[in-house]
T-cell receptor, first 109, second 115 residues
Framework: TQLLEQSPQFLSIQEGENLTVYCNSS?????LQWYRQEPGEGPVLLVT?????EVKKLKRLTFQFGDARKDSSLHITAAQPGDTGLYLC?????????FGTGTSLTVIP | GAVVSQHPSRVICKSGTSVKIECRSL??????MFWYRQFPKQSLMLMAT?????????EQGVEKDKFLINHASLTLSTLTVTSAHPEDSSFYIC???????????FGPGTRLTVT
């Protein structure tokens, strides 16, 4: 059983479309991170959220941490081919660090 | 800041041989380093957590005698895959952190192919 479930697992969309990726758990986390990973490379940190209800924006990416600090979402507006990659959420319980199941996004030009 | 390097980026070895992968934090002192394994389009699987100067803590199902981890300094951790077999072929990624509950910074990964 995965502590952090991401949905969808795979997503293929046309350039210009919007999308949302979800990261859900039944556990409460002290912080949650989102990473993007391109093939053959290590994950790159996009954002860290620590406060319940927190919303952070990074250009066309909007990240939200759930009020109860159990879940998070990543919304991409007007997706571009450069957004293609594996998106991973990761969370810290204070004692251990867990990665989500991952969402593989393909943006078609 | 927070740059982590891995060497080599790709390695091909014959079955039965051992391979060492290095992970270095270039601009900060990493108290804790993590080693992950990743299969194509899947998430990262934590193999072990190592703290400088102490023995690594391995996740359930990871053979400590097969995957030897050494964290001899605050900037270097090594993973040695001993007696490698084709099923060990994978993408191995390390990360470094100031401490267990701090943000992790990832290396670029090492693609291991065992023939």
């Amino acid at each position: 059983t995965q502590l952090l479930e991401q949905s969808p697992q795979f997503l293929s969309i046309q350039e210009g479309e919007n999308l949302t990726v979800y990261c859900n758990s039944s556990s409460v986390f002290s912080s949650l991170q989102w990473y993007r990973q391109e093939p053959g490379e290590g994950p790159v940190l996009l954002v860290t959220v620590v406060t319940g209800g927190e919303v952070k924006k990074l250009k066309r990416l909007t990240f939200q941490f759930g009020d109860a600090r159990k879940d998070s979402s990543l919304h991409i507006t007007a997706a571009q081919p450069g957004d293609t990659g594996l998106y991973l959420c990761a969370a810290d319980t204070g004692n251990q660090f867990y990665f989500g199941t991952g969402t593989s996004l393909t943006v078609i030009p | 800041g927070a740059v982590v390097s891995q060497h080599p980026s790709r390695v091909i070895c014959k079955s039965g041989t051992s391979v060492k992968i290095e992970c270095r934090s270039l601009d900060f002192q990493a108290t804790t380093m993590f080693w992950y394994r990743q299969f194509p389009k899947q998430s990262l699987m934590l193999m072990a957590t190592s703290n400088e100067g102490s023995k690594a803590t391995y996740e359930q199902g990871v053979e400590k005698d097969k995957f030897l981890i050494n964290h001899a300094s605050l900037t270097l951790s090594t993973l040695t895959v001993t007696s490698a077999h084709p099923e060990d072929s994978s993408f191995y990624i390390c990360s470094a952190s100031l401490a267990l509950s701090y943000e992790q910074y990832f290396g670029p990964g090492t693609r291991l192919t065992v023939t």
